[in-house]
């Protein structure tokens, strides 16, 4: 059997390994010849290494919800900042970051790049807050037995600043370089995203720092961490949660597509206009990932409908399109009980119903139509005309936003149509075309194309 082909280093992405190991040296060297708290600098390397640890062992780690290395300890590198000179709280961050757990290969230069990324922010953010008298400001001295607050905030806050944009530096130069991402892409929104987390990882060190130099000592300076891992473990928790939700999705749309060809991309597409249509709207963003899965489930019925009729070249007779039509009905029972689709079953259940009551399965008319059905019925209309398929070829967009805007009032509720026709005025229409089969030039009666003025004319 072949052995897996290891990842090759690009130049680029070496050379700056290179240098982030060489500056992170020439960062720690003063500590030879430097007046150091050795004791001070042992505990924080150790207790840093040892909350990393966990992560790594594959006996805890399969025991154990341990949070990712995404910063959840970095209160206690950021403490070495303020309690350490430069030079020692470089070194702090090295033992933790070669502990830390590489998801890809190579992991040892990932871990390499991690030790010299983390001991460059600190000791840059230990430059920062000794330059701006911060030791003298947290206290535990003879002439100042306390913490002179707001005064020891400013450095700080400074340091936590540091610490960040060196670290947003270099993640986006090392996505530039050994990625391959465009400079822009690769920087854009590092910064932003990661201010505000490490601005709290910044209060969380300092209080550390507080509490180290207190009469309580590092055994009182330990309690921060608690809280931190714990809203960290939370978090990891949710995300968790929010990758299953996304499988679930995921595996849904994947059968549909399977079971139906012609839909194939369709229901992405459907959810991605439903978001563009509610942001028109101005609706809450809270709502927005529920409507985004109403709008990509809403056809997951259909694996309920015997596939030779999805498939059916030609027109359907009435008793097949009762059949088809009972899709939503299949679909609402499918996912009744997926709890955090909230209001996206009822979108499922009456994504077909007309605002004039002529739709089904109900027969709702105005407002009683759920307000996530009638985003996601214009969303699946304007997809259907603008998509090719095997029985009907693309539609021009303005060609679609013309018939939406003739049916606006009988089958589509008006404002749904205008937040449309206002989101692609404003971000356009760009998402690839598919066409799953060859035009076998069936009937264009199974179009999904919106027919208003008489019973529907398409395929449910």
Not at 136 to 152: E, K, M, Y
């Amino acid at each position: 059997m072949d052995r897996p082909r290891r990842r090759t280093l690009p130049w680029g992405a070496r050379a700056v390994l290179l240098g982030a190991v060489a500056g992170a040296g020439a960062c720690a060297l003063p500590v030879v010849r430097a007046d150091v708290p050795w004791g001070a600098l042992g505990l924080l390397a150790g207790l840093y290494a040892l909350c990393e640890w966990p992560a790594r062992c594959p006996f805890l780690a399969g025991r154990l919800t341990v949070p990712s290395a995404s910063g959840c300890f970095f209160p206690v590198l950021l403490a070495a900042a303020f309690l350490l000179p430069p030079a020692a709280a470089a070194l702090v961050a090295v033992p933790g970051a070669l502990l830390t757990r590489a998801e890809q290969e190579p992991r040892s230069l990932r871990r390499l790049w991690r030790a010299a990324q983390l001991a460059l922010a600190v000791g840059a953010a230990a430059e920062a807050h000794a330059r701006l008298g911060g030791r003298a400001l947290l206290g535990g001295t003879p002439a100042a037995p306390a913490p002179d607050f707001p005064s020891v905030l400013l450095p700080a806050g400074a340091a936590a600043l540091v610490f960040c944009a060196v670290l947003a530096a270099l993640d986006g130069l090392i996505l530039w370089t050994a990625e391959r991402l465009p400079a822009r892409t690769a920087w854009r929104g590092l910064l932003l995203r990661s201010l505000g987390p490490y601005c709290v990882h910044g209060l969380a060190g300092l209080m550390m720092a507080v509490l180290w130099r207190s009469p309580y000592g590092p055994p009182a300076a330990l309690l921060v961490l608690l809280p931190m891992y714990v809203s960290c473990w939370v978090f990891a928790q949710y995300h968790r949660e929010h990758a299953a939700h996304q499988a679930t999705i995921r595996a849904l749309v994947q059968a549909v597509d399977i079971k139906d060809a012609y839909t194939r991309g369709h229901s992405e597409r459907v959810g991605l206009a439903s978001v563009l249509i509610a942001r028109e709207l101005g609706m809450d963003e809270s709502r927005l990932e529920v409507l985004r899965f109403a709008g990509i489930l809403h056809d997951v019925g259909k694996l309920g409908v015997p596939t030779r009729l999805l498939r059916k070249d030609g027109p359907l007779t009435p008793q097949e399109r009762a059949v088809i039509e009972l899709h939503p009905e299949y679909g609402h029972e499918m996912v009744r009980g997926i709890g955090f689709l909230g209001e996206a079953r009822a979108a499922i259940l009456h994504h077909h119903e007309r605002l004039d009551g002529s739709g089904y399965p109900y027969g709702l008319a105005g407002p009683q139509i759920p307000e996530f059905a009638r985003v996601v019925a214009v969303a699946d209309a304007f997809d259907a005309m603008t998509s090719t398929r095997s029985y009907s070829r693309a539609r021009p967009v303005r060609t679609a936003v013309e018939e939406l805007q003739r049916c606006a009032g009988r089958q589509f509720d008006p404002a749904m149509v205008r937040a449309l026709v206002r989101a692609l005025d404003r971000h356009g229409w760009h998402p690839a075309v598919t066409a799953d089969e060859p035009d076998r030039g069936a009937g264009g009666a199974r179009g999904n194309v919106p027919a208003c003025d008489s019973a529907p004319a398409g395929r449910p």
